[in-house]
């Protein structure tokens, strides 16, 4: 398919102009400079695009043997999200970022993926070019519901999930796109103002200057085409066997936390869930040592 029959399609994701796309390039570098080291980056072909993907990994030889982790980000944003959790996981265990189509990143996207069964085999065939056969797959918000779909569709790689604040186990309410809205706005609020907005509704962008230059820039450089994912129902998600581990925050405006707290585990067999204080929708970021710690011991007992 040619690029412009791709521009033209209304369920594909796409840049507004080239400019905008390196603008928000090197808005993203600036951020990945605030974790790990890159290793490598890689492009690895699917049905769906060309999936980019970020190589971390760490210096001990016994460390490099263990199983890998893989980071699945939330939606609007890219794999720079992770810079709080890069550095604690490669130092423990390879990782490999993953730019998801669709949102704005490195990936190409050439056929849309927020249908549950595309979104599970584009997964499925990025984690097979990269040559994983078993992983641990870490997934935020948007990421979060791609990785309990994985787990529900084709877990055959899976040696354990994550779930961060995930999207995927209730229907998104008008309560967390007001929240996304405020936030967007208040990163046009007075510097000074900022690191009391940033309490006020728990987004740490607005208190970092990089993360905030790159999320303003992604609204400006990049058409999202893709509709809310339908939550998985109660008998979808009662057939997951994967080991699995819940993080919500206490204020999440996403989930209703202690209600899927005592939901998960009732119907995931051996599910993990346990809920953050003093944080919204971004645990991974407002606690990341205490986050990688737990992430880390999790991955640890699995293994």
Same mark, same amino acid.
């Given at each position: 398919?040619?690029?412009?029959? @791709? ?113 599970? $085999? ?27 779909? $994985? ?53 740490? @962008? ?57 939901? @998960? ?18 645990? $991974? ?19």
């Amino acid at each position: 398919m040619s690029e412009t029959a @791709v521009r033209a399609r209304a369920d594909i994701g796409r840049y507004v102009s080239d400019a905008w796309r390196d603008r928000y390039f090197a808005a993203c570098d600036a951020v990945y400079a605030l974790g790990a080291p890159v290793l490598a980056e890689e492009d690895v072909e699917t049905s769906f695009g060309t999936t980019h993907v970020y190589r971390y990994g760490p210096v001990n030889e016994a460390a490099r043997s263990r199983t890998p982790v893989v980071l699945v980000h939330g939606a609007g944003s890219c794999s720079a999200m992770w810079y709080p959790n890069t550095p604690a996981l490669s130092v423990d265990r390879p990782v490999y970022a993953i730019d998801t189509p669709g949102d704005p990143g490195r990936s190409v996207q050439r056929e849309s993926i927020h249908q549950p069964e595309r979104a599970a $085999q584009w997964l499925d065939e990025t984690l097979a070019g990269l040559g994983l056969d078993r992983v641990h797959l870490v997934g935020s918000s948007y990421g979060g519901w791609l990785a309990l779909n $994985q787990a529900h569709r084709r877990p055959g790689r899976l040696a354990s999930v994550t779930l961060l604040d995930p999207g995927g186990l209730e229907k998104v309410g008008l309560r967390f796109f007001v929240w996304i809205f405020a936030g967007l706005f208040a990163t046009f609020a007075p510097k000074a103002l900022r690191p009391r907005l940033a309490a006020w509704l728990e987004q740490p @962008v607005l208190v970092v200057p990089e993360l905030r230059t790159m999320i303003r820039t992604a609204v400006r450089a990049y058409r999202i085409r893709r509709p809310a994912p339908l939550p998985l129902s109660e008998e979808e998600l009662s057939t997951i066997r994967t080991p699995l581990y819940l993080v919500l925050g206490k204020r999440s405006l996403l989930v209703h936390p202690q209600r899927q707290a005592e939901r @998960v585990p009732r119907l995931v067999p051996g599910a993990r869930a346990e809920i953050i204080s003093n944080t919204g929708h971004g645990p $991974q970021i407002d606690h990341a040592e205490e986050i990688n710690r737990r992430m880390l011991n999790f991955m640890a007992c699995v293994d």
